[in-house]
């Protein structure tokens, strides 16, 4: 069954650093999406990107965030600097954008630790 | 501004038992309700759904029923088995491919 995947699983970085995660959504599907659950807290929107572009962001999405969907497979997501209050895990999802489906696969999540 | 509440943070089931997961709701604008299963180190995982003009879905062991007056909906698990051990998110979408907005989560706990 076809699935999102995404690494890597765990990425420690200094404050101030630039971290790129990546994902490959599943192969068709047109809308891709990051979210973010940090510890203890409820899994957070953070964008939504659709055609090659944005679709929808939240106020956690600001200027030291950035996505890309560099090739037909892979989407990531970059944080330019890093801050500790950063630290979360990071699941990227994707839709089929067909038939008027509203679930959202999502992959195993990249823990990423600031420190 | 929690728009999507669930007030139990964890539930102890019974193995054969029913388990109940209950879920509240702000905003009467929402179109469409997902209940999502996660397991420790990994993403969450779809499992049912419901559209606002539906006030039950039925899939296998999984119910889920909506009731817009009281702006409620609960996730029904008959009978409960181990495997079904996880935290499970209300989600709410307003509309398909939208962003989805996630609950704070229920930890079930099924006991043999």
């Known amino acids: 069954e076809p699935e999102v995947t995404q690494t890597p699983s765990h990425q420690v970085t200094q404050m101030g650093q630039e971290v790129i995660l990546r994902c490959v959504p599943i192969s068709n599907h047109l809308y891709f999406y990051w979210y973010r659950q940090i510890l203890g807290q409820k899994v957070e929107f953070l964008v939504s990107?659709?055609?090659?572009?944005?679709?929808?962001k939240s106020e956690i999405f600001d200027d030291q965030f950035s996505v890309e969907r560099p090739d037909g497979s892979n989407f990531t997501l970059k944080i330019r600097s890093t801050k500790l209050e950063d630290s979360a895990m990071y699941f990227c999802?994707?839709?089929?954008?067909?038939?008027?489906?509203?679930?959202?696969?999502f992959g195993p999540g990249t823990r990423l630790t600031v420190t | 501004d929690q728009q999507v509440k669930q007030n139990s943070p964890s539930l102890s089931v019974q193995e054969g038992r029913i388990s109940i997961l209950n879920c509240d709701y702000t905003n009467s604008m929402f179109d469409y309700f997902l209940w999502y299963k996660k397991y420790p180190a990994e993403g969450p995982t779809f499992l049912i759904s419901i559209s606002s003009i539906k006030d039950k879905n039925e899939d296998g062991r999984f119910t889920v029923f909506l009731n817009k007056s009281a702006k409620h909906l609960s996730l029904h698990i008959v009978p409960s088995q181990p495997g079904d051990s996880a935290v499970y998110f209300c989600?709410?979408?307003?509309?398909?491919?939208?962003?989805?907005?996630f609950g704070t989560g229920t930890r079930l706990t099924i006991i043999p």
């Open positions: 989600v709410e979408s307003n509309f398909g491919n939208e962003k989805l907005t």
């Open positions: 990107f659709y055609n090659n572009e944005i679709s929808e």
């Open positions: 999802a994707s839709n089929p954008g067909t038939g008027g489906s509203y679930e959202q696969y």
